[in-house]
């Protein structure tokens, strides 16, 4: 499963040229965008309830996800009106970092809003990692598939750009697998995240 991602080429973009060819591609007649996540440790800056929780305020960084709400309630309607099925599937590592403790609470309102969000434990797929972690990606439709990069620091800095129609079926192929493998967000949650203390941040 993955096992041509690595080998597969691509084009570095950075993130305003991302975002652009983004928006061009998930508005010219694509039918699903399927997104895995799989990196444990990341920045936000300027989402405000990011920003809370980087400096320790868990609860206000917990109220503040609220902000998102219209936001995301207009990205789903767009999904809509574009004919677009959207899926996330989110791998969680055990024990749980802060930030993703913190993400989940964000995709909970996500969720709650309609999105198709599944949680898989990483260590379900440990066979499946031996060589290398499943890939950090955003593919539409068969059309064009985006390896999402990250600075040093965490922070994002674009993408890798594959347009390889073979190797995004390949890699879809693995997300589907995955995504019938994993759990419903709110049982994962409700069992793994919502009995935890509020996490120790050291940013």
């Given at each position: ?35 895995l996540e799989r990196g444990q440790n ?162």
């Amino acid at each position: 499963m993955f096992d041509s991602f690595p080998s597969g080429v691509s084009e570095r973009m950075d993130r305003p040229t991302y975002h652009a060819d983004f928006r061009r591609v998930y508005e010219s007649g694509i039918r699903q965008l399927s997104k895995l996540e799989r990196g444990q440790n990341f920045k936000e800056r300027g989402f405000a309830s990011w920003e809370a929780f980087a400096v320790g305020e868990w609860d206000r960084a917990v109220s503040l996800i609220q902000e998102k709400r219209d936001g995301y309630a207009q990205q789903f309607r767009e999904a809509a009106r574009l004919n677009i099925l959207g899926r996330r599937l989110r791998v969680v590592e055990f024990p749980v970092t802060p930030y993703v403790q913190w993400e989940l609470f964000v995709l909970r309102l996500r969720v709650e809003l309609g999105d198709n969000i599944k949680v898989l434990d990483a260590r379900k797929i440990s066979d499946i990692e031996k060589d290398h972690p499943v890939p950090e990606v955003v593919i539409l439709g068969d059309v064009v598939m985006y390896e999402v990069c990250y600075d040093d620091d965490g922070n994002a800095a674009g993408a890798n750009r594959f347009a390889d129609r073979a190797l995004i079926r390949e890699t879809l192929s693995g997300f589907d697998a995955l995504y019938e493998r994993a759990e419903d967000f709110h049982d994962f949650f409700g069992r793994e995240i919502a009995p935890l203390a509020p996490p120790v941040v050291a940013y």
